[in-house]
């Protein structure tokens, strides 16, 4: 199929080349049901990449995104929840660090044939789904609606079942659930965390072999990493024990946020099968409010982390307590702070010398432009951000958020992450969100 460009700010034949290159990349990252995030830094599927990546490709093959998002569901674990990962059976175990040998998920009860890791991320698939059913046409959009949604609402079960504390928000209990693995917010919980480096002797870490060692996590962050995996995992990924005895439990603003979005976009999945969304609305409801109730910081201008081990707030600015913007039922003071908070100092949304939105406070001194998620520039939050200012009516400065998006990738190419001030790419190349949610918003949803 063709695709067309919106007209912006990069010239149009230029727009037409990044989306040839796009879809080269995503028809590359494809392995026959999924695509993976990076074919060296990351070679299996990852979950919420699959939502991402699924918002783009329904621009190439609204078929070949629903199997994108299928496919993640037939892993899905008996107690609802939908693994981090995938492993695929054809890549060697030791290709990524931990593999499916460290995660020994076929041990577990309940557990699908086909290896995964044990903990979550964040749950945005509702929403790629609910985009997704259109596109298909009336019939094949309504059976995938049947297929999707019993995995959608098993998952939004499990986790308010299985990950709630007191408060009812959902709790996370290693920071690769959050998907900000490293950012400076969980400092403060990981400082309580031993960093064993003894597991060195045992262990290999793969992605320093991709992607430059001053812009991945540091190997003190890494030993935390691998104690808290193999302590759930000898646990048997049991979620009592995980929430009364980890070492790492934390309420993560944006993950609560997509919980409550994917609810609404449950509501809308629902009504177009006919059934009763009240339930989906009232529960987007009861989570937005707790959220305000207990994790929005007036002092800090924005939404924060708590840490459910020391009941302290995490005081860090990061991109994650942008993100709930996405949900319209905010109180109108809240989201004038938050375009307060976007726009200044601390983000500079809009401003001319920033590209995107940081992924941590510009003015913090642990702010590192190439480290990974302690100061670059990413392509999904700065989406997110983007689609959350549209929900209040900031139409125009989302749209810059868009054509900053375009602008990266025009400079640098698909990179994982950019230097929010020189717009220089780093990570891995050939990064799959990069890709798809560059022809989301160059061929626009409505197309
Ligand atoms: C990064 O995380 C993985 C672990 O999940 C890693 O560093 O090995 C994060 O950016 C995460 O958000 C993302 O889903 C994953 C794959 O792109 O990579």
Redesign the pocket.
């Known amino acids: 199929m063709v695709l067309t460009a919106k007209p912006d700010t990069v010239a149009r034949d230029k727009q037409d080349l990044l989306l040839r290159e796009a879809v080269r990349v995503l028809l590359q990252n494809w392995h026959g049901h999924a695509t993976v995030?990076s074919r060296t830094l990351?070679p299996h599927q990852?979950s919420?990449?699959s939502a991402f990546i699924a918002l783009g490709l329904q621009h190439i093959s609204a078929a070949r995104a629903a199997t994108e998002l299928l496919s993640l569901f037939g892993a899905q674990w008996a107690d609802g929840r939908v693994p981090?990962i995938v492993f695929n059976p054809a890549v060697p175990d030791d290709a990524y660090f931990p593999g499916p040998s460290v995660w020994r998920s076929s041990a577990v009860d309940g557990h699908p044939p086909i290896a995964t890791s044990g903990i979550i991320?964040p749950p945005v698939h509702a929403v790629a789904a609910a985009s997704i059913v259109p596109r298909l046409g009336e019939e094949r959009g309504r059976r995938f609606a049947e297929r999707a949604y019993p995995s959608l609402v098993d998952l939004n079960a499990y986790i308010r079942q299985r990950r709630t504390v007191d408060g009812g928000l959902a709790v996370l209990v290693h920071p690769?659930e959050t998907?900000l693995?490293n950012s400076p917010a969980w400092d403060h919980p990981l400082a309580a965390v031993p960093a064993d480096h003894a597991l060195f002797e045992t262990y290999t870490r793969r992605?320093v072999a991709h992607a430059g060692v001053g812009e991945r996590p540091t190997n003190d962050d890494y030993a935390r990493y691998i104690r808290l995996m193999l302590r759930y995992r000898d646990h048997g990924y049991d979620d009592d024990w995980v929430r009364a005895e980890a070492e790492f439990v934390v309420v993560d603003p944006t993950f609560n946020a997509l919980w409550a979005w994917s609810e609404l976009a449950l509501a809308d999945i629902a009504r177009r099968l006919g059934r009763d969304d009240s339930a989906h609305v009232a529960e987007a409801a009861r989570i937005t409010a707790a959220m305000v109730d207990q994790l929005w910081s007036e002092e800090r201008g924005l939404f924060v982390a708590r840490d459910v081990r020391s009941g302290r707030l995490l005081p860090e600015r990061t991109v994650a307590g942008l993100i709930p913007l996405v949900l319209p039922g905010l109180p109108s003071e809240v989201v004038k702070a938050l375009l307060a908070t976007a726009t200044g100092e601390v983000f500079r949304v809009g401003a001319p010398e920033v590209h995107g939105v940081p992924s941590f406070d510009l003015t913090d001194v642990r702010h590192e432009p190439r480290r990974y998620w302690r100061g670059p520039t990413w392509l999904n939050t700065t989406w997110l951000v983007a689609r959350g200012l549209e929900v209040h009516g900031h139409q125009e400065l989302a749209h810059r958020l868009d054509d900053d998006l375009v602008g990266l990738v025009a400079k640098s190419g698909f990179r994982e992450y950019f230097h929010p001030r020189t717009g220089r790419g780093h990570g891995t190349r050939s990064f799959s969100w990069s890709a798809a949610l560059l022809i989301h918003v160059l061929v626009g949803a409505e197309a």
């Open positions: 995030p990351y990852w919420w990449d981090q991320q690769w998907g693995d992605d």
